[in-house]
Each structure stands twice: as structure tokens, then as C-alpha cells.
């Protein structure tokens, strides 16, 4: 098992940038295939972006591409995700995931995932 936690949440102008982390204990994260996810009050969780195993592949979802980057971090067993042009839209409940079951495929769907982080929290003012 993995324990996943995130960090970097907060409080954000728009336009501002946000760097969030996922930090892993139990295993190693490169065991796994990692998704960020986010929910904001009243709707239903969603995927952002993934990342493979190997780091060489990535996916975004389209309101996000060009704006955030996932990356991966073996020596210090994290995933970060860095956030710029930030919006309103964007603010939500961000948590990270950990897939064991996929290596080079990036799944999307919440039931894909076996583990789950917290959350943290991002707020994006007007």
C-alpha cells in the first residue's frame, strides 16, 4: 500500500501561479501511475492531469493544458503539479491518486485509482 499526501494548496490571486505536491509513504511512486483530480463544491470529482509510470507520458485535460504541468520528482518520491494562470474555475479540493495497475496508459475514470490523498485546498479570488 501507499499513503499519499498533498500540499501547496492556498489562496491565490487570478492569474497567479500555485505548486502543489504529492508526497508518498510505503512505496515508491514510480510504482505507480499518479492522477490529480480536483472537486468543487457541487460537482463531482474530475481528472486534471496524469502521469506514467516512466514520467515519459502525460495527459491533460483540455481546460488545464497550457497551463499546468504535472512532473515527477524520484529522488524526493513526489509528483508536483504546477499551476500558472490561475482562474476562478480553478478552485477546488486538489487530490492526487496513485493507479498500480496501468504502466504506460493514463486512466481517467475515479474508479481507475486504488489509493487517494486528502486533498488540499485551492481558492482562486476575482
Known amino acids: 500500500q501507499v499513503q499519499l499526501v498533498e500540499s501547496g494548496g492556498g489562496l491565490v490571486q487570478a492569474g497567479g501561479s500555485l505548486r502543489l505536491s504529492c508526497a508518498a509513504s510505503?512505496?515508491?511512486?514510480?510504482?505507480?501511475?499518479i492522477g490529480w483530480f480536483r472537486q468543487a463544491p457541487g460537482k463531482e470529482r474530475e481528472f486534471v492531469v496524469g502521469i506514467n509510470k516512466s514520467g515519459l507520458g502525460t495527459y491533460y485535460a483540455d481546460s488545464v493544458k497550457g497551463r499546468f504541468t504535472i512532473s515527477r520528482d524520484k529522488a524526493k518520491n513526489t509528483v508536483s503539479l504546477q499551476m500558472n494562470s490561475l482562474n476562478p474555475e480553478d478552485a477546488a479540493v486538489y487530490y492526487c491518486?496513485?493507479?498500480?495497475?496501468?504502466?504506460?496508459?493514463?486512466?481517467?475514470?475515479?474508479?481507475?485509482?486504488?489509493?487517494w490523498g486528502q486533498g488540499t485546498q485551492v481558492t482562486v479570488s476575482s
Open positions: 491518486a496513485a493507479d498500480g495497475r496501468r504502466s504506460w496508459n493514463i486512466a481517467l475514470g475515479i474508479r481507475d485509482y486504488d489509493y
Open positions: 510505503g512505496r515508491t511512486l514510480s510504482s505507480y501511475t
